[in-house]
């Protein structure tokens, strides 16, 4: 997957991990729960989903921005609400946060942004029912983020 970085490109290898097949719509990778030989990650009922995510940032990015909305949907394509998100791979080097306001996951900078750089940040994504609270759905988002070496 190629994607503009502000005045370049740069290309990411985004392979589906053993059993998962790529939606041919959403370009995920989707691991189906419903069989009962297949069992998801982290106990999720009906999937497990990785979703590729690129944005291209200049530099000079101002604290406190907000950066990428990330969203949890079911298969009917309605938005899970009861969804909590968690930062899984975030070096302490990497200025990235991410907030949770009616279960969308906002990630921000608590920092300004001026380093030309890619940054790679993973965040698990998890969908609870509203009987049980347990696990329906689990996505993983791959999200990479290129900050330019220029303020425009």
Same mark, same amino acid.
């Given at each position: 997957?190629?994607?503009?970085?502000?005045?370049?490109?740069?290309?990411i290898?985004?392979?589906?991990?053993?059993?998962?097949?790529?939606?041919?719509i959403?370009? *995920?990778?989707?691991?189906?729960?419903?069989?009962?030989?297949?069992?998801?990650?982290?106990?999720?009922?009906?999937?497990?989903?990785?979703?590729?995510?690129?944005?291209?940032?200049?530099?000079?990015?101002?604290?406190?921005?907000?950066?990428?909305?990330?969203?949890?949907?079911n298969?009917?394509?309605?938005i899970?609400?009861?969804?909590?998100?968690?930062?899984?791979? *975030?070096?302490?080097?990497?200025?990235?946060q991410?907030?949770?306001?009616?279960g969308?996951?906002?990630?921000?900078?608590?920092?300004v942004?001026?380093?030309?750089?890619?940054?790679?940040?993973?965040?698990?994504?998890?969908?609870?029912?509203?009987?049980?609270?347990?696990?329906?759905?689990?996505?993983?988002?791959?999200?990479?983020?290129?900050?330019s070496?220029?303020?425009?």
């Amino acid at each position: 997957m190629c994607f503009n970085t502000l005045g370049e490109f740069t290309c990411i290898d985004v392979p589906c991990p053993r059993g998962y097949q790529r939606d041919p719509i959403t370009n *995920n990778c989707v691991l189906e729960c419903i069989d009962a030989e297949i069992a998801c990650p982290q106990s999720s009922k009906f999937a497990d989903i990785i979703e590729f995510r690129t944005l291209a940032l200049p530099s000079g990015v101002l604290a406190q921005q907000d950066l990428i909305r990330l969203t949890a949907y079911n298969q009917n394509n309605e938005i899970l609400h009861r969804t909590v998100f968690t930062i899984l791979e *975030n070096d302490v080097l990497i200025p990235f946060q991410i907030r949770l306001e009616d279960g969308i996951g906002i990630v921000y900078t608590p920092r300004v942004l001026e380093d030309s750089r890619l940054y790679k940040i993973k965040v698990q994504a998890k969908s609870f029912d509203n009987v049980k609270d347990s696990i329906q759905y689990q996505t993983t988002f791959m999200i990479h983020i290129s900050v330019s070496a220029f303020p425009y």
